[in-house]
């Protein structure tokens, strides 16, 4: 069981160059995010997913796009790479929310992608 | 102004001594998370709060939702170097889609 998977670990992109960065889930959750992490400071949401073909923004959405064709994919999309970007990206995924029992709606995140914008 | 704040911001306390982290919300809290991360690593779950007034504990973290539900502490009781890292408190406010994040508690724990 892999849980959530990231790649890549690590990029470095020239300025206005575009990029996916690739989330895969093996635990059939619905729900799916990306968040950004910038030095020193804590999770902000940039798209967020309830289900295939379902998307929607965060708090940060400008600078990128997200897809949601299956339940296991949630691939994000920078398109023309800016500074203000350079981040650790995070993709999370749950099974649901305020599900009582032993769903407790957390979630479970995968190993971050390190991303580099010169 | 910030959705979710947490206190302090950093913290340095001597190995043994206790500790508190605090998360405030401007909003109704229906559900709070509490997560650690070690520095350029991923995120571990730690407890999460639904209840006004619930208390959970795990090994030596302690965390409360107060009854208003707009509050939530997280305790170390004889802290370790192994508790240092960040801890970021996460909410559901409204939507119950997203949970949003506080800007994180950095914890050194000195020998």
């Known amino acids: 069981n892999a849980g959530v998977t990231q790649t890549p670990k690590f990029r470095i992109l020239k300025i206005g160059q575009s990029m996916t960065l690739q989330c895969t889930q093996d635990?059939?959750?619905?729900?799916m995010y990306w968040y950004r992490q910038d030095p020193g400071m804590g999770l902000k949401l940039i798209y967020y997913?309830?289900?295939?073909?379902?998307?929607d923004k965060g708090e940060v959405p400008n600078g990128y796009n997200v897809s949601r064709s299956t339940t296991e994919d949630f691939p994000l999309r920078l398109e023309l790479a800016a500074p203000s970007q350079t981040s650790v990206y995070f993709c999370?995924?749950?099974?649901?929310?305020?599900?009582?029992?032993?769903?407790?709606?957390?979630?479970?995140f995968g190993e971050g992608s390190r991303l580099t914008v010169l | 102004s910030q959705e979710l704040e947490q206190s302090p911001q950093s913290l340095i306390v001597q190995e043994g001594k206790n500790l508190t982290i605090n998360c405030t919300s401007s909003?109704?809290?229906?559900?709070l998370y509490w997560y650690k991360q070690k520095y350029g690593e991923g995120l571990i779950f730690l407890m999460m709060l639904q209840k006004g007034g619930e208390e959970k504990s795990h090994e030596k973290i302690t965390a409360k939702l107060d009854e208003k539900k707009q509050q939530s502490s997280l305790h170390i009781t004889a802290s370790q170097p192994s508790h240092a890292g960040i801890y970021l408190c996460?909410?559901?406010?409204?939507?119950?889609?997203?949970?949003?994040f506080g800007t994180g508690t950095r914890l050194q724990v000195t020998l």
């Open positions: 999370a995924s749950s099974y649901s929310w305020l599900a009582g029992g032993a769903n407790t709606g957390e979630l479970f």
């Open positions: 996460g909410a559901l406010t409204g939507t119950a889609s997203k949970l949003t």
């Open positions: 909003k109704t809290l229906y559900g």
């Open positions: 635990m059939n959750h619905n729900y």
């Open positions: 997913s309830v289900g295939a073909g379902i998307t």
